[in-house]
């Protein structure tokens, strides 16, 4: 079974920038496509970033379009989420997946955007 763990959450200030990792056991990061959901209280987990098997497609919800970065590090087993211009809006728990028609999901890690 192929587990994920997510890294690089914590607190940062309006206008700051943060890197989320999500290494994974085995080889699945260079076979199968990742992504990035969040998931803020009270509401419904989202899609953010998604990244196809050869790292040169990707795609983005509108609201982060243009100010989130999704790679990956195949030798590495590691997919990541560059963050900047982040904003309140962007405080949930980031959860990282593997977008197969049987997915996984990894257990989380919080990004709280606050001054």
């Known amino acids: 079974q192929v587990q994920l763990v997510e890294s690089g959450g914590g607190l940062v200030q309006p206008g700051g920038s943060l890197r989320l990792s999500c290494t994974a056991s085995?080889?699945?990061?260079?076979?199968?496509?990742m992504a990035w959901y969040r998931q803020a209280p009270g509401k419904e987990r989202e899609f953010v970033a998604i990244?196809?098997?050869?790292?040169?497609?990707?795609n983005y919800a509108d609201s982060v379009k243009g100010r989130f970065t999704i790679s990956k590090d195949n030798a590495k087993n590691t997919v990541y989420l560059q963050m900047s211009s982040l904003n309140p809006a962007a405080t949930a728990v980031y959860y990282c997946?593997?977008?197969?028609?049987?997915?996984?999901w990894g257990q989380g890690t919080q990004v709280t955007v606050s001054s």
């Open positions: 997946k593997v977008s197969t028609i049987r997915p996984c």
């Open positions: 085995g080889s699945i990061v260079s076979t199968s496509p």
């Open positions: 990244i196809n098997v050869g790292g040169d497609s990707t």
